[in-house]
């Protein structure tokens, strides 16, 4: 089994849609949670992140962390054609020597207008 | 514009060669990180630097290697290319080396093609 495990998709939604994203991990030990975005041929970019259990809202996101499932979501509000991309969460322990993340393997999102 | 610059974007070449891939970091981050991704594996940590030092290691090659220089630009090198080597590979940096430093940035990346 893997540590991280995202269904890669692809995932088609009209615009105005909320989409949900969600990972799965079995490592109890991860206590940092990230979500990243990723357009077509660049680096990704730091979306949401989230220590330990609990929600976090930033504008149409809401991560949301459930740790006795071992179950992280994003969600996106009115959801944008700007907004098609690949979204890969991320998530690490408290490795003292050094700060590695473990990636899934990203959901391809796309958002038609 | 994430500040973290790669050269080259593109890279081909056949197996058995060696390639150099270079990054610099954003301005005042003192860590580096290296990643691969594959259509298969997805986003691998390879190799982390801190001011100069190897900090932590991932899933990197015997045949891969990395460096930061005093500078703080890094450099990973890939000898013996084989076929399955072909992938992104991503530099990232962050501020810190400890646990704070979550906050990664990533640049565009080097598109590397063994044939």
């Known amino acids: 089994q893997k540590e991280v495990e995202q269904d890669p998709g692809p995932l088609s939604v009209p615009e105005g849609a909320i989409v949900s994203l969600n990972c799965t991990y079995s490592n109890s030990a991860f206590q940092y949670f990230m979500w990243y975005r990723q357009y077509s041929r660049k680096g990704p970019e730091l979306l949401m992140y989230?220590?330990?259990?609990g929600n976090k809202e930033d504008g149409r996101f809401t991560a949301q962390v459930d740790k006795s499932s071992k179950y992280i979501s994003l969600f996106i509000r009115d959801s944008q054609p700007s907004d098609s991309a690949t979204y890969l969460c991320?998530?690490?322990?408290?490795?003292?020597?050094?700060?590695?993340?473990?990636f899934g393997k990203g959901t391809t999102l796309s958002v038609s207008s | 514009d994430s500040g973290v610059t790669q050269t080259p974007k593109h890279l081909i070449t056949a197996t058995g060669q060696r390639v150099t891939l270079r990054c610099s970091p954003r301005s005042g981050d003192l860590s580096v990180y290296w990643y691969q991704q594959s259509l298969d594996q997805g986003l691998q940590f390879l190799i982390q630097?801190?001011?100069?030092?190897?900090?932590a290691k991932g899933n990197i090659l015997e045949r891969f290697s990395a460096q930061q220089f005093p500078d703080l630009h890094s450099e990973l090198n890939l000898s013996s290319l084989e076929l399955g080597d072909s992938a992104l590979y991503f530099c990232?940096?962050?501020?810190?080396?400890?646990?704070?430093?979550?906050?990664?940035?990533f640049g565009p990346g080097t598109r590397l093609t063994v044939t």
């Open positions: 630097y801190y001011n100069g030092e190897e900090r």
């Open positions: 989230t220590y330990s259990s």
């Open positions: 991320a998530m690490r322990g408290t490795n003292q020597a050094g700060t590695a993340l473990i």
């Open positions: 990232a940096s962050s501020v810190g080396a400890d646990i704070s430093s979550y906050e990664q940035y």
